[in-house]
């Protein structure tokens, strides 16, 4: 499960690519075409847009996920693993498919080159951090409505608190594949590093065992994870309920963290 960048696709990023939509304006022009780019890379769209509505299709098979649980307050585990599905889609777009993307662009001297251009390189970033968040945010709204139509897993009650929850961590999730690409000085390294992440990350957002249930103790150390808040926040958010400030307090200040420490570590070249 590694959706990352062909060779071609590496090579066909470059400063050039631009040149035809540039008269739209740099950042315009750098986004369509990262747009077209990202498009093509199937491997990348299904990990991130239909992987999660597929892993939660495949437990609705399961006949007991199905039915309400006295442990969990009467809800079943399919209820669960709509924001544990939500929140993997996030961890591919951010851990997965976003850092080998812009480390490639600094190991091949992309970036570099840039700054003899009109397109500034912080062009070509925001466009794939605005991709790989928006990609994470369509395949969230997919989930949401698969486990409605398809479960009858109830819309967010309290929607507004839903949408924050999200949104903070989507943020996060960018901001530690940042931070992997920071640190990461080729792209081999980008997707072992990210990879490590990944699995770490999955386990604190409860695609294993959702973190409502697990044993106290290690439900609290997940809580201060910014994935096993997050999928509490969403969790009391999809249950009418809204989130808990100390939830997204810690996703917030995760957040805040490695986006300085990205911006502190990231070289151009």
């Known amino acids: 499960m590694n959706p990352v960048p062909t060779p071609t696709q590496a090579q066909a990023r470059t400063p050039e690519t631009a040149a035809p939509a540039r008269r739209r304006g740099p950042m315009a022009a750098v986004l369509l075409t990262e747009t077209r780019l990202f498009l093509r890379e199937p491997g990348s ?5 239909a992987f999660p509505t597929v892993l939660l299709v495949i437990l609705g098979f399961v006949p007991a996920f199905k039915e309400a649980d006295d442990k969990l307050d009467g809800r079943r ?3 669960l693993y709509v924001p544990v599905s939500v929140l993997l889609a996030m961890i591919m ?8 993307v812009l480390t490639a662009y600094r ?8 700054f003899t251009t009109p397109v ?18 369509g395949s969230a709204l997919l989930v949401v409505a698969v486990g409605r139509i398809g479960y009858g897993v109830a819309l967010p009650g309290q929607l507004f608190g839903y949408v924050l929850s999200l949104l903070l961590a989507v943020a996060a999730v960018l901001a530690l594949g940042a931070t992997i690409c920071a640190l ?26 959702p973190v409502q249930v ?7 150390i997940v809580e201060i994870t910014p994935f096993g808040a997050a999928a509490q926040a969403l969790d009391q958010a999809a249950s009418g309920s809204w989130p808990s400030w100390a939830y997204l307090g810690v996703v917030a200040l995760w957040t805040v963290l490695l986006g300085l420490g990205a911006g502190r570590l990231f070289r151009w070249q």
């Open 45 to 49: 769209l299904f990990w991130i847009l």
């Open 77 to 79: 585990v399919i209820d």
């Open 93 to 100: 777009a951010g851990l997965q498919a976003m850092p080998p």
């Open 107 to 114: 190991e091949r001297g992309i970036l570099r080159r840039m």
């Open 120 to 137: 500034r390189p912080s062009a070509l970033l925001t466009a794939q951090i605005t991709l790989h968040g928006a990609a994470a945010l």
């Open 184 to 209: 990461s000085r080729t792209t081999k390294a980008a997707t072992a590093v990210g990879s490590v992440a990944y699995l770490a990350m999955m386990f604190t957002a409860g695609v294993w065992v």
């Open 214 to 220: 697990m044993p106290d103790t290690l439900r609290r």
